[in-house]
Nanobody, 120 residues
Framework: VQLQASGGGSVQAGGSLRLSCAASGSILRINVMAWYRQAPGKERELAAR???????QYADSVKGRFTISRDNAKNTVYLQMNSLKSEDTAVYYCFVGSWQIGSPSLRNYWGQGTQVTVSS
């Protein structure tokens, strides 16, 4: 399974960005899709996740500003980020838990990361 993320960039505080991450390969079914982020000098942390049933979870720091969604037909997860703050600056990684065709195991996959920079 390969993950291709896009949509990062630079924006001023208060602006918006939309991240996308498309999964491809021998996918049987995708379970959880998520976005993690890692700021300079900090550990990677969960920003938002969404289950196959559409249940969402957000970090307290992004609640009310970020919205995660998924298109199961396209195996794609999105992260709409509004009212961005300088502390949102980080590399954002998409994450997918998926079953592959021909394998009984649920496996985890990570995208390559996309930089989001918010200037104040």
């Amino acid at each position: 399974v390969q993950l291709q993320a896009s949509g990062g960039g630079s924006v001023q505080a208060g602006g918006s960005l939309r991240l996308s991450c498309a999964a491809s390969g021998s996918i049987l079914r995708i379970n959880v899709m998520a976005w993690y982020r890692q700021a300079p000098g900090k550990e990677r942390e969960l920003a938002a996740r969404i289950t196959s049933g559409g249940t969402t979870q957000y970090a307290d720091s992004v609640k009310g500003r970020f919205t995660i969604s998924r298109d199961n037909a396209k195996n794609t997860v999105y992260l709409q980020m509004n009212s961005l703050k300088s502390e949102d600056t980080a590399v954002y990684y998409c994450f997918v838990g998926s079953w592959q065709i021909g394998s009984p195991s649920l496996r985890n996959y990570w995208g390559q990361g996309t930089q989001v920079t918010v200037s104040s």
